[in-house]
């Protein structure tokens, strides 16, 4: 790139580098290997929903929706937080519908969070929310989650919280770790967010994928947090629509406006005729949320009896559709060069770890395997992993 052009780039941009976990699935498609990597399910959606989007586009819901969300889904998703988180949301001043939780999660940050302004990220973490707190011109300030249950020290969340603090972002059930944030470890962030007078920011895209009776708390249930949380969903995961690009925020009605006001400029609105098939998602019974979490749970131990078989040590998810697997024992120098082997020479793609960390070095030995898949998919991963062992550079 010649330097005049290069000195066109803002340096906000500069600051991060595209999405390694879109990346992967490009590599993936070039090299035909079975994509673990990007965390999108390669089975059907819900009939239902399918239905419900054909015939929003075939009666004209083609234009654009009210910007913050057509009122039949505000609706719809208010009775369903209802039923099972429990809140009391009021559908014209507490949600904003957007592009995806991606959108969503932009939205909320640049609407609260001035340049300057501290926000805690757990590391790992999903990796947009660097390059969203750098859109903003946040500094985050990370948190270790450490291994093999990825618990977090409580001296080191108190250290974080100080008067330059404006929110925290809690994921949970966690992206990439499969963590889910227990009671106690919520009433501590809680504690902290009210001394502080700090935002949550909590990401609850995987809420109905539990494993092994975890149960999913929404930090908004708790004492006290109802008004300074703001609570990031959509249907892409639950439902199996990622492409739709559907989202919602539920948020207290000043934090709303602001973000509403955000939203419009981004993105005006989600898709009309989707928000409309967004009605039918919500109203689906209890026994869809069942059902889903008990299919999660056999493709989890699927993996799980893969990662034995073939010899990758891992950490078991208690939620969510990913598991970290731990590669040290292969004797690769980082965990790019060993995903690059995956993908080219074992034919299966997944995400190295250090695209989860602030640093690099601290993800060296990691992947991530995405295991949204269906038995066929998983199938064909586990005989291409097989040829792992004859592969193995030795370790020094
Ligand atoms: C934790 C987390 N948040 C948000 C997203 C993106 O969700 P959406 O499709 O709603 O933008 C993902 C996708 O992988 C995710 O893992």
Redesign the pocket.
Known sequence: MSEIVRQKISAKAEQFTESV?REMTRVALQYDAVNLAQ?FPDFSCPLELKQAAYEAIEADVNQYAITWGDRPFRHAIANKVHWYLGLDINPETQITVTC??????ASVMLATVDPGDEVIVFEPY?E?YGPDAILAGAIPRYVTLHPPHWTFDEAQLRQAFNANTKAIII?TPH?PTGKVFTRDELTLIAELCQKWDVLAFT?E??EHILYDSTQHIALATLPGMEERTVTIN????TYSV?GW?V?YILANPELTGAIRKVHDFLTVGAPAPLQRAGVAAMQLPPSYYEELAKLYHQKRDSILQILDQVGIPYFVPKG?YYVLADISKFGYKTDVEFTYHLIKDIGVAVVPGSSFFSQPEKGHSLIRFCFSKRPETLQAASDRLLKLQSTLQPTS
């Open positions: 976990i965390g995806g939780s991606t959108e969503a999660m999903y947009n994921n992206n990401d895209i995987y959509g249907l892409s995961k990622t690009r989202g969510a």
